[in-house]
């Protein structure tokens, strides 16, 4: 908006698509009101306009302390596009709320309705639906135009090696199945996710800032590092940009087992582009903060914005079924083969990771953060190699096979230490460890509690 439609706005008043609100509106009353339009039509919220139709100075509040309490307030549901406009009498802030495929009802109470005047109770007839999710939002202040087209062509590209039939739809149809463009008012607009994949540059950072991935090269433990690189890009390209990065120092050992010629990465190519990936699907967008990865010679680290879900913790996250809080970003990019649609990804980098000899991956977690740590111990030629000659002889292993034999690798351990590494509970667990003492892929030594279980040598 510009400044002379704010005071047009002002003349009008408040109208079936806009509200007008002071800049010391309570936050509960914000989100009240952002609903009741959400539930309607959508429009603008004008925040910073008095009671007498006069412009509040409103340049105290930020944009992202805007975004942040309604979609906390709306329960995930509302994410509008903030857009600040300066007056001769002090600061307005534009808040865009798009109409809502759910009824959003934040708090207590019946689901409000923004009647053109007042809010009202949401009129019968409406049920209220668990609400979407932020990266399905459509971006009515941007255009098509904001996507890149070497990125659209990117895609394209993809969806064509991959069979897709969506590879010979227009680019529209193709856009929509993605999830990447919403209509709104009759305009085809981009979403967060259309963004997230195909936006320009300068389109990013006026609309999703928090797009930025930094990279940052450590020597040793130390926490100064000897390169560091912002990238804010499209997810394709800068994931691209990352393994260039990665690659530069990752060395690789060759093993032959065999026939075979194995090559154990101190990162696993697969591994580390899972778990940036998983970073990207999982991360909160509402949060304004960036992904990090710091990459020491002994580990890698990948951190992004946004908890663990209820319910899910370090110790059961093997365990546990798959949450994704960005299912239109997941959809979109499984679509793409970026990702498994079934949320295999931690499956999968415990299972590269095991039978390399590596360390499984460390999740540490705190109430608003994660991060993955893929740990480099070494090379161990020898535990790699009975990996695969046992692989030879039994076929592949599962991936409990691999978690025993990984804690095994180390020395003896009981039962119950088993269990914890497996996240299983005791009988479960030791039907596991009798098949594998049938199979003769392990021992047992001594009797009950103090039985404890080695690796076996396998037969020459």
Known sequence: MTEAEVYQALLEGPNARRVHLSAHVAPESLARYAAGLANREGGVILLGVGSAGRIEDASALEPLQLT??????????LLPHVERIETAEGT???LHVPKAPHVVAPGPGPAPYWDGARLTPLPAGDDAAPPPDPTARPLP????????????????????DRGSPLAETSELERLRALGMVREVEGRWRPTVTGLLLAGRPEALARFVPQAEVSYYRHEGDDVDYA?????????????????????ATNRFHP????????????????????????????????????VQVHHHPDRLEIANPGGLPPGMTPENILRHPPHRRNPTLAAALARLGYVERAGLGVD???????????????????????????HNPGFDAEFVRWVSE???????????????????????????????????????????????????????????????????????
């Open 68 to 77: 942040h309490v309604l979609h906390e307030l709306t329960g995930g549901a």
């Open 348 to 374: 999968k980098m415990y299972r590269l990771m095991l039978r390399y000899g590596k360390e499984p991956p460390e999740y540490r977690a705190w109430p608003h953060a994660v991060t993955l740590v893929l």
């Open 141 to 160: 202040a941007a255009g098509l135009d904001d996507l890149d087209p070497a990125e659209l062509t990117r895609l394209q590209a993809r969806l064509t």
């Open 227 to 247: 390169l560091r690189e912002d990238l804010l890009r499209p997810l394709p390209a800068a994931l691209e940009r990352l393994h260039e990065l990665i690659q």
């Open 390 to 460: 046992a692989q030879n002889r039994q076929g592949a292993f599962t991936l409990d096979y691999l978690i025993v034999t990984a804690a095994l690798r180390r020395g003896p351990r009981t039962t119950a230490e088993l269990a914890r590494a497996l996240a299983l509970e005791p009988e479960p667990t030791r039907k596991l460890l009798r098949r594998m003492e049938a199979a003769g892929l392990i021992l047992a030594e001594g009797q009950g509690r103090a039985r404890r279980w080695r690796l076996a040598p396998l037969p020459r």
């Open 92 to 94: 307005v802030w534009a």
């Open 255 to 290: 093993l032959t087992v065999g026939l075979f010629r194995v090559e154990v990465w101190d990162f696993d190519v697969e591994v580390y582009r899972e778990g940036l990936l998983n970073a990207f699907v999982h991360r909160d967008w509402t949060a304004p903060d960036a």
